[in-house]
């Protein structure tokens, strides 16, 4: 790679670690496991950094990525220390951190893979198919997962606090 | 709850602060040079220097019709020739089984007890495997065996007994006994250091304060039988090891090793086992059960071939899992496998165009008998083909299969006396007869991923 491409991979890296880790942290629910899938993704892209289309890199990002989180798992990747913790965080609102937790524990009995449908769906704010070549299946699947993943958070959702924070807003 | 709740919900819970300076551009980069030269080395193209890519064969899958005797289609990414059957129901399943093994899930478990059952397995075997543990796939023949952890209505408790083997050869082993249940408030601390440690003079008992709850330690040496499956050759004392984690919601978590190792291994300490038994996610809700499918096993082979090829890319839209029809003994291209096979297909396009044709099979193989590699060798077909076939230094064997019957076939293949599975990797031309530009040192690479 030569160090102008080396230069626009450094700042791509810079520019989106920061959305990167908020996307692996909720389709794993850990800050440990998201750090470390994004390092191994970026890695990843390295390698692949001349071959992709700068107007595609953040799909395929995401794609080595998912996987990434996906492949962690089914390995038993399984960091004992760090399971299901959020990083040290300065004292703040503890209503705030309580709603966070709660939200945390709602996502975490999503199976791994309808997790990573709805985030790629609602907070990537991707399309079906979108999410399909991501993730490497079907537009069906995707629909399945959107459609099973979203019936578990509403059985849940709607017993928690947060439902009544939102009937309220 | 609608989809506006949705992105509320996530976007609760993502937020806060993010140390987003651990990922580091810089070391990412140095990361990236040494992956780069390490792919070089171990991609070494057969011949013309050019990378292996996978392409796309823009096939539309065929959708895995289930159980029967009569011939298919295979369609998709399959070669058109192939005999082939409908994959079985449940194989999928059953090569995604913790326990590595076929053992009988037990009637009459909620959907909640296999759930927490899945986790108690997930965690128990990811910290046996950083203890070099792996699964001893078997099942007892005298008695009813299941897999892994499972609710025992009888007993009120979760339950496992499983045998694990050290460093990837059966000769060092342990059996396991683990059980997570509810005190219910009442006090196990005083009755369980009388039961194990007051009546047997071999094991000496110790009590620690964790994090996770007060832990009752025991090593030593008991009395177990030498064959827990038919008891025969009567007990033996075997080295023990083992823990009763009692947490503070009155849930006790107990772990306990029989080891039997031939070797002078290490064996594994109190406080490792009372660490593992402290991952044992006890209390938490248990996520969903997911169940594999093609897509996900397709998307495991594309992802291993990528990372193992540079500039490869693979396509899984005409991915398709078949098992192998009796006909492939004789229909005139080559024998993947028998009867008892499966095999998935995708496709992948070289950087050079070159379109290849990727599988993996798989098959159970059970019992090795006195000699792995002959067992290996017969149902990998090397009858029908070249085999270079050897121990792979991780305790299975690996089969390095050439088959020039029709089309050219390369079969990277290993076979695990431990669980008894023989899988493989493979590629050949999508499009023509001869030999694709692939190497073995890439095929294991790939295979490796995938175990």
Redesign the interface.
């Known amino acids: 790679m030569t160090p102008e491409s080396e230069a626009l991979f450094c700042e791509y890296v810079v520019d989106s670690r920061e959305a990167l880790l908020r996307t692996a942290y909720l389709t794993c629910g850990d800050w440990h496991r998201a750090e470390d899938a994004v390092q191994t993704s970026l890695i990843k892209l390295y390698g692949a950094w001349n071959r992709i289309r700068r107007e595609t890199v953040d799909a395929y990002a995401r794609r080595i990525l998912t996987n990434a989180l996906i492949d962690q798992t089914r390995r038993g990747w399984f960091r004992r220390e760090h399971a299901f913790a959020d990083p040290p965080e300065p004292p703040g609102d503890v209503a705030e951190d309580d709603d966070r937790a709660e939200a945390a524990a709602i996502l975490a009995r999503l199976p791994l893979r309808q997790r990573a449908t709805l985030v790629l769906r609602f907070w990537e704010d991707r399309s079906v198919e979108e999410t399909a070549r991501i993730m490497r299946c079907s537009s069906g699947t995707v629909k399945s997962n959107t459609a099973r993943g979203l019936k578990t958070l509403r059985e849940h959702y709607g017993a928690s606090s947060l439902a009544d924070q939102g009937s309220k807003r | ?1 609608n ?1 506006q ?16 300076d ?2 580091d ?5 140095l ?3 040494r ?2 030269a390490r ?1 070089k080395r171990i991609a070494a193209v057969a011949a013309g220097g050019a990378a292996v890519v996978l392409g796309l064969a823009a096939a539309v ?1 065929i959708p895995m019709a289930l159980g029967g005797e009569d011939p298919i289609a295979a369609g998709g990414a399959a070669p058109s020739d192939l005999p082939a059957l409908a994959a079985d129901d449940g194989f999928l399943e059953r090569l995604a089984r913790s326990d590595g093994s076929d053992c009988p899930i037990p009637d009459g478990q909620s959907e909640e007890q296999r759930q927490a059952a899945a986790a108690y397995n ?2 128990l ?3 046996l ?1 950083e203890l070099g543990a792996a699964p001893l796939g078997g099942c007892l023949t005298t008695r009813p065996d299941y897999d892994g952890f499972y609710y025992s209505d009888d007993q009120g408790l979760y339950m496992l007994e499983e045998s694990v083997a050290f460093g990837g050869t059966a000769s060092d082993w342990a059996r396991i006994g683990a059980a997570v249940w509810d005190t219910g408030g009442v006090d196990y601390e005083a009755q369980m250091e009388d039961e194990e440690c007051t009546y047997n003079e071999g094991l000496t008992c110790s009590w620690e304060d964790t994090p996770a709850g007060r832990v009752l330690l025991i090593e030593g040496v008991r009395s177990d039988f030498a064959n827990p499956d038919t008891e025969s050759g009567g007990s033996i004392d075997y080295p023990s090891v083992g823990v009763f984690l009692f947490r503070d919601d009155d849930m006790v978590v107990s772990l306990t090793l029989s080891l039997r190792f031939a070797s002078d291994r290490d064996v594994p300490t109190a406080d490792q086992i009372a ?1 593992l038994a ?2 044992i ?1 006890v209390g ?2 248990a ?4 169940q594999p ?1 093609v ?2 096993l ?3 082979l ?2 291993a071939v990528e ?1 193992a090829v ?2 490869a890319t693979a396509d ?1 839209d005409g991915a398709v899992l078949v098992r192998l029809h009796p006909d492939i003994a004789t229909y005139g291209g080559p024998v993947y496998g028998a009867k008892a096979t499966h095999i998935l297909f995708i496709t992948a396009e070289l950087p050079t165009g070159e379109t290849v044709r990727l599988s993996f099979q798989a098959e159970h193989l059970g019992d090795p008998g006195d000699d792995p590699e002959a067992a290996a060798e017969a149902a990998a077909q090397c009858g029908d083909a070249e085999c270079e076939t050897g121990p792979d230094g991780t305790g299975a064997v690996s089969v390095h299969r050439t088959i020039e019957d029709g089309r050219s076939v390369l079969t990277s293949l290993a076979y695990s006396p431990l669980d008894g599975w023989l899988i493989g990797v493979g590629v050949e031309s999508a499009d023509g007869a001869e030999a694709p530009a692939v190497d073995f040192a890439t095929l294991d690479a790939i295979l490796g991923d995938l175990r």
Request: no cysteine; glycine share 8%; hydrophobic share 45%.
């Open positions: 709850m989809e709740d949705v992105q509320q919900l996530l976007a609760k819970a993502a937020s806060g602060p993010v140390v987003a651990e990922v551009p810089r070391a990412i980069l990361a990236g040079r992956d780069a792919r899958g997930q965690a075997y990811a910290g495997a660490a402290a991952t996610p938490q809700e996520p969903e059960l997911e499918t897509d996900n397709a998307a495991d594309a992802d990372a540079p500039g899984t």
